[in-house]
């Protein structure tokens, strides 16, 4: 089976940073792609960021020029640093990944969901 644990969450003021982090832990074979997803209360999951284990890299429109996203593929850990913050940002921010399983001879992509964590960006 395999986990995303995330971290990094919290409260910041309007044109804050913060960091976060979500490392995949178990059986993995490779890792094709992780991203960051976000859900504000009332809407929608939206993507937000998303890197290849190759490092291509996309971004919601909302978020270009403010976010990076970075991958440390020896530590299965994907990274998402979030500057200039704003009240709009705030929302549950989810780790995602597309994992290559090794099972009965071959090999399978999941996808795995981190369990969220808070970001609010509020003065």
């Known amino acids: 089976q395999v986990q995303l644990v995330e971290s990094g969450g919290g409260l910041v003021q309007p044109g804050g940073s913060l960091r976060l982090s979500c490392a995949a832990s178990?059986?993995?074979?490779?890792?094709?792609?992780m991203a960051w997803y976000r859900q504000a209360p009332g809407k929608e999951r939206e993507l937000v960021a998303r890197i290849t284990n190759g490092g291509s890299t996309n971004y919601a429109d909302s978020v270009k020029g403010r976010f990076t996203i970075s991958m440390d593929n020896a530590k299965n850990t994907v990274y998402l640093q979030m500057n200039s913050l704003k009240p709009e940002d705030t929302a549950v921010y989810y780790c995602?990944?597309?994992?290559?399983?090794?099972?009965?001879?071959?090999?399978?992509?999941?996808?795995?969901w981190g369990q969220g964590t808070q970001v609010t960006v509020s003065s």
């Open positions: 178990g059986s993995i074979f490779s890792i094709d792609a």
């Open positions: 995602y990944a597309d994992v290559a399983l090794s099972s009965l001879g071959g090999i399978y992509t999941f996808q795995y």
